[in-house]
């Protein structure tokens, strides 16, 4: 499985966990202390530029899910690249730099200091009638749509269209003299084409991406009987849920994470005739102990929740009910699966791999972590020097090493062939495999990186096979003889 | 009657009891009488001891001359082994490093103005405490915290040009908290920089000290000891920054930053060098070693006290929506006594 990441320095790194060092509790020996830290799993995507703050990566997103062939990158100085891999490319690291948009939203003069208020804040990819566009957007509340697929350095050409979120709002957030960014988080409705942005007590709207028109705000909960003022609001995590079990339609449920430690679940059907705006779940109380960083749809019913202390939640989006404020006796464990162990620092980013139930959290801590999303155990932990902002999964899968217990043994395996060996007569062996090489050749003609694929998995596959019919002999030979103690 | 002496000491002679030795070959714990018991414990010591001794001296004979002391094993020695630990030629850490948002205080560009304060109605202990600091640290201005909350205290030390924010906070009259806040912006990204709270212990202020000596106001040196990993690194670069680096030597003075196991030790001493004579003596062979030529002498001045990181924040001091880069979990991290984190 591939991972991208992108940190705060501007480094982007591919990591096969597969290949990640095994955990060893030893002692430090000077003679192996050089040994620690050489991790084979982890590449350096973008070798020849210098790590600066001002190139830190603030997005990631794929542009080409085909063999995970492209993606882009959103940098804190306002620039797109566009990293793309050979079609004939087995090994990893091999993501070469293929174009760049610079300056994208218009903001960044010259090599100045960046303005806090106008820092890009995340983009996403969306296909519009077969076409693939990306939607970026800026703390400011500007968004832009741009196309990916054009010539390097035509910034002007790609950007198609833009407008702005929070037009005509002058109150800039100020508490104490500090002035907070219009928007504080984003995301894109692949699906529906629309941007939902959030800020500092600005609640999320949802915007149309083709008509450039606001069609949904959100509405805050009713005002708190004790205290009469309604709960604070600061979306600082936005998800779309697909196939949840709530949508009727792909992508009608909505997850906002907010800063004052809760997740609202919104339904957005916006082109039904009444629009509901409050949201129709709420996470209890003291289920979320920090500000809500990062959402991720695990599987149908469960959203995993990342906060800013680093604990990775699975919240079990059945059991949420509407208020906020629930019986003391059932607070924190109302909707709560568990907690994934592992981050020790704010969790910045957590993706799920396209189908298999695996998860990869990022954070601040400088780890990427990759758990089995069911049974929350981790699979891998890999160090990467550097604080993380963001993660990509690919969805091929490329060593068989990795989630023996997740992936079966032959899903997604549609190269294999299968071999059928009629009976044969040992005097009559040699014949019979001529002719059996003589077929492989002619199907192996069609399809060159097909037949490698199988030939890497096949290998693979025959040494886990070996090794789980090693483990299965020795269960055979321990329980008979223990059957028949207990006979006798 | 003349008495008969014992029938069973026929055919022996008699001994004189206070001129032989005993040997104690068993621990005298079955002694109920304690004068004796005890007095039966130390013969029982110092045999022990000489029978160690002479089965080293027989060891020693048998293997030679370069016998080597073993190292025995401590929690240091057999530590974990850290994945975040730093490496000397790790380009990727030092080009990070060379560009967050201590790098200016290393290069000498800015220097640093604190701003300490504490928590609201302190104790009489901590003002003692904070006269030592402002002589630890150079230019610590103290203002008291009257009821004003850290982020508006923030939001004026910025006004004021302030770089760092300090502020104590105590418990039973006792300095327990430290939480340091880098308040200038990153000159690429426009954030403030981080905030990390450490717990403080064992203070002892300068008076307290046997022999201290009286700091002066020159720039001290800095030690910054045993901060290995990543993390171990940020937190180091953190607690540097609160110095110029422009030491004055002449004030031979030098503020230490020791990390063993994850406490920082703080101490501040002047050292002073002292030649050795150099003494003739061709006939004695020197079997110990003579030393280096020049040693250095300290003299404690200032207060000590050690620290203990609990969390480092992103940006400045925000408990309730702030971003943590490190949380120590006790459950989670403690699991292995010779694991350490800085």
């Known amino acids: 499985m591939r991972i991208v990441t992108g940190d705060e320095c501007g480094l982007l790194k591919e990591c096969l966990p597969s290949l990640a060092k095994k955990k060893s509790a030893k002692t430090v020996d000077e003679s192996k202390k050089s040994n620690i830290i050489v991790d084979e799993g982890i590449r350096r995507i973008n070798n020849g530029e210098r790590s600066c703050r001002r190139r830190g990566i603030v ?85 832009v749509l741009l196309d990916p697929t054009l010539e390097n350095n035509q910034t002007a050409n790609a950007v198609r269209s833009s407008f702005t979120v929070f037009q005509g709002s002058n109150n800039k957030s100020t508490k104490l003299g500090v002035t907070y960014p219009l928007a504080s988080s984003m995301s894109v409705d692949e ?49 779309f849920l697909k196939n949840s079990v709530f949508s009727n339609a792909d992508g009608n449920i909505m997850a906002v994470g907010s800063a004052h430690n809760e997740v609202r679940i919104y339904d957005i059907r916006v082109k039904d005739a009444q629009a509901i705006r409050r949201p129709f779940a709420v996470t209890p109380f003291g289920l979320i102990e920090h500000r809500v960083t990062a959402l991720c749809q695990s599987n149908a019913h469960t959203l995993v929740v990342g906060d800013a202390a680093g604990y990775l939640n699975a919240v079990d989006l059945r059991k949420l009910g509407k208020k906020a404020r629930v019986k003391k006796s059932i607070t924190t464990t109302v909707g709560s699966q568990g907690r994934f162990v592992g981050p020790v620092g704010s969790v910045q980013s957590v993706v799920k791999h396209y189908d298999s139930p695996v998860i ?118 321990d329980a008979p003889p223990s059957g028949k103690r207990r006979k006798q | 009657m003349k008495k008969k002496p014992d029938a069973s000491l026929k055919g022996k002679k008699p001994v004189n009891k206070a001129k032989t030795k005993t040997l104690v070959y068993r621990n005298p714990s079955h002694i109920h009488n304690k004068l004796k018991r005890s007095e039966m414990y130390g013969k029982y010591l110092q045999q022990k001891r000489k029978a160690k001794d002479e089965q080293k001296k027989i060891r020693e004979e048998q293997l030679g001359e370069d016998v080597q002391k073993p190292v025995p094993k401590t929690i240091d020695n057999t530590r974990e082994v850290e994945p975040t630990s730093v490496l000397e030629n790790d380009l990727e850490v030092a080009a990070d490093e060379a560009d967050d948002e201590f790098a200016p205080y290393f290069d000498d560009d800015v220097k640093p103005k604190i701003l300490i304060t504490t928590r609201p109605r302190p104790s009489q202990n901590v003002f003692y405490f904070i006269a030592d600091l402002q002589m630890l640290i150079p230019n610590l201005e103290f203002y008291p915290r009257q009821s004003y909350s850290i982020k508006e205290i923030c939001q004026f030390a910025i006004n004021r040009d302030y770089t760092h924010l300090i502020v104590l906070s105590e418990k039973s009259k006792v300095c327990n908290g430290f939480t340091i806040s880098h308040l200038q912006k990153h000159h690429d990204t426009g954030l403030a920089g981080p905030t990390a709270f450490f717990k403080v212990s064992n203070v002892v202020t300068a008076k307290n000290i046997p022999k201290h000596g009286k700091a002066t106001s020159h720039i001290p040196e800095l030690n910054l000891h045993g901060f290995g990993t990543r993390l171990g690194h940020r937190v180091g670069r953190i607690l540097g920054s609160l110095f110029p680096h422009q030491a004055q030597f002449q004030g031979r003075q030098v503020v230490t930053f020791h990390n063993q196991r994850d406490y920082i030790f703080v101490r501040h001493h002047r050292y002073i060098f002292n030649e050795k004579k150099k003494e003739e003596k061709k006939s004695k062979e020197a079997k110990k070693d003579e030393g280096p030529p020049v040693k250095a002498r300290l003299q404690e001045l200032g207060p000590r006290f050690s620290l203990k990181l609990r969390w480092v924040q992103e940006g400045i001091f925000d408990t309730m929506h702030g971003e943590y880069e490190w949380f120590h979990k006790r459950k989670e991290m403690d699991t292995s006594r010779r694991k350490f984190h800085l």
């Open chain 1, 191 to 239: 699906a529906n084409h629309y941007v939902a942005m959030g800020g500092k007590e600005r609640e999320t709207v949802l915007w149309d991406l083709n008509t450039s028109q606001q069609v949904w705000k959100a509405k805050n909960l009713p005002p708190d009987a004790q205290t009469l003022l309604q709960p604070q609001v600061w979306p600082t995590a936005i998800s």
């Open chain 1, 360 to 477: 990869a959290a990022v954070g601040l801590d400088r780890m990427l972590r990759v758990y089995d999303s069911e049974n929350r155990k981790e699979l891998a932990c890999m160090y990467l020097k550097q604080r993380l902002k963001c993660v990509l999964v690919g969805r091929e899968r490329m060593a068989r090493g990795d989630d023996d217990s997740i992936v079966s043994e032959n899903e997604g395996d549609i190269d294999q062939e299968d071999v059928v060996d009629d009976y044969v007569d040992s005097d009559l062996e040699g014949s019979v495999n001529e002719n059996n090489e003589d077929d492989d050749d002619d199907d192996d003609g069609d399809d060159h990186s097909g037949s490698q694929d199988s030939q890497e998995l096949s290998e693979s596959e025959s040494d886990i096979e070996s090794e789980e019919n090693s483990s299965a002999s020795d269960d055979e030979d």
């Open chain 1, 59 to 143: 997005a990631l997103t794929w542009t080409n899910t085909e063999e995970d062939r492209e993606f882009s990158s959103l940098h804190l100085d306002g620039s797109v690249e566009v990293w793309e891999r050979g079609h004939f490319d087995e090994d990893f690291g091999n993501y070469r730099f293929s174009r760049k948009f610079d300056n994208i939203f218009g903001d960044v003069v010259g090599d100045g200091g960046l303005d806090p208020m106008k820092r890009p804040l995340g983009f996403s990819q969306y296909s519009i009638e077969g076409k693939s566009m990306i939607c970026a957007a800026n703390t400011e509340g500007k968004v």
